[in-house]
C-alpha cells in the first residue's frame, strides 16, 4: 500500500486524493510489482474495486498501461507512457508544494 503520510511530498491523509493522484497511484502500485490484478491493485491502491476498474479501463484506453492474459486472469502492467506520468507527476507535485510555503 502507498504510504501517503509524512512531509516527502505525499499528499497529507487529510487532504483527499485528485483524480491525478490517484492515477499516479495506480500505476505506481502496478509498477512496483510488475503487474498486478485487479484485486490487488485496488487493495494497494486503497480503492473499491468496481472504481478502480472504471479507472483501469481509462487507463488502458490512454495508454498508461496495457492488458495482459495470463492464462484466465487479466492483469495490468505500466508502459513507458504511464512511467513517465507518475515520474512527471510526481515532480510537479513538488513544485506546487514549493509554492504553498
Known sequence: MI???GDNGLLSSERRRTK???Y???IE???????????RIS??????????KKILNF???HGFIVEVTA??????????????YV?????MRKFFAALEH
Open 71 to 84: 492464462g484466465d486472469r487479466k492483469k495490468y502492467k505500466a508502459t513507458k507512457w504511464g512511467l513517465e
Open 87 to 91: 515520474k512527471t507527476f510526481k515532480r
Open 3 to 5: 504510504d501517503k503520510s
Open 43 to 52: 487493495y494497494g491502491a486503497n480503492m473499491p474495486v468496481d472504481r478502480t
Open 29 to 39: 502500485v502496478i509498477a512496483m510489482k510488475g503487474s498486478g490484478s485487479l484485486t
Open 20 to 22: 491525478y493522484d490517484i
Open 59 to 61: 487507463l488502458v484506453s
Open 24 to 26: 499516479s497511484d495506480i
